[in-house]
């Protein structure tokens, strides 16, 4: 599959989650970052979108995306590449997000280690990784989440099992 940062904006794919699922992380994410808190979807772009829909004034949500079709959202948007994982804005402080939401563009070890490089640098603490099942090992090692009961679903069909990991106690480890 040939890097991101070769393709152009015509022939990125998202992959977006269901409208429940998108709902159950916006509302997780929610109560994670708290009254006021502060939210980075990390290459999670219908978590965002949901996050916008719901939006109030008691938090404020930023999109880290490398597809440029995403500026529409004018001061949210965060051009991001994950080969360069600390290339932000200087506005973009360390650990000024109570949580990231993060879904690494691709399956692999090395771009999940580069997303892992931001999500630290961005998070106060909370972590919430969207990612598939073969990465749970890695995932534990770079961030120290664990898997979830919760189980996303997606409107298009994946060849890969995809989870749900946090570093925090969580509604997505109950019974959904």
């Not at 880290?64 to 529409?72: C, G, Q, T, V, W």
């Not at 106060?124 to 090992?137: D, F, P, R, S, Y």
């Amino acid at each position: 599959m040939p890097s991101r940062s070769n393709r152009s904006t015509q022939q990125l794919s998202q992959f977006w989650y269901s409208q429940e699922t998108a709902l159950q992380l916006a509302k997780e994410a929610i109560t994670a970052a708290g009254e006021g808190g502060r939210i980075a979807c990390v290459s999670a772009p219908s978590v965002y979108q949901k996050l916008r829909e719901l939006h109030r004034e008691d938090f404020s949500v930023y999109i880290f995306e490398y597809d440029k079709r995403f500026a529409i959202y004018g001061e949210e948007f965060i051009f991001y590449d994950y080969n360069n994982p600390l290339d932000l804005p200087e506005k973009i402080a360390a650990h000024s997000f109570d949580i990231v939401i993060a879904d690494p563009p691709y399956l692999s070890e090395e771009c999940l280690r580069k997303t892992s490089e931001t999500i630290k640098y961005l998070t106060q603490g909370k972590i919430l990784l969207c990612t598939g099942a073969v990465m749970q090992e890695e995932a534990a090692k770079l961030l120290g989440v664990k898997m979830c009961k919760f189980i996303p679903e997606h409107t298009r069909t994946l060849a890969n099992e995809f989870r749900c990991y946090v570093n925090y106690d969580s509604g997505l480890d109950h019974d959904i």
